[in-house]
């Protein structure tokens, strides 16, 4: 049985093409033009991997990882940006976001076909870096993604791009 991916873009050629690439490569796909349809679909399947921009409007990337792992703890997650840099200051941003909704991997924006591909298949082939005890202790103890942390982050990277 192939394994799922949840594309997630508010471009819709980008959100088409990574579809096209992940389909080539074999993967079972569903798409999604905004967080919130992204929540419903979430909501009614399981997925292996999730794939999505980090900004978008009305739920942008980290708030929506943040929800997703609240339905689907163990799936595992690539964040995409044309926003983050290697300059110190960002990067410092991006380990509080990583910290705060535990992506497994960002790739910075236009990323390759290939990349993409072999960036999942890296990641499934892979121990979960979350054990799922861990995970469900976390969740029944409130301790899981922190919608209210990965806010922060967000906001702090907005503000950082700003000066």
């Not at 991916?5 to 088409?16: C, G, N, S, Y």
């Not at 409007?57 to 997650?77: F, H, N």
């Not at 979960?128 to 922060?152: F, N, Y």
């Amino acid at each position: 049985m192939p394994h799922r991916v949840l594309v997630v873009d508010d471009e819709p050629r980008v959100l088409a093409s990574m579809a096209r690439c992940l389909r080539l490569a074999g993967f079972q796909v569903e798409s999604a033009d905004s967080g919130k349809v992204a929540l419903t679909l979430c909501e009614e399947h399981s997925f292996d991997v999730v794939v999505l921009d980090f900004i978008m409007p009305e739920i942008d990337g980290v708030v929506l990882l943040a929800r997703i792992r609240r339905i689907q703890p163990l799936t595992r997650a690539v964040v995409l940006s044309g926003q983050i840099d290697d300059s110190i200051g960002e990067r410092e941003v991006a380990k509080k976001l990583r910290d705060a909704v535990e992506a497994d991997r960002y790739l910075n924006k236009p990323v390759s076909a290939a990349e993409l591909v072999q960036t999942i298949n890296n990641l499934l082939s892979e121990e979960p870096a979350t054990d799922w005890r861990e995970t469900a202790k976390k969740m029944v103890t409130g301790k899981s993604a922190s919608i209210k942390s990965a806010m922060k982050a967000a906001s702090d990277l907005k503000k950082h791009r700003k000066k």
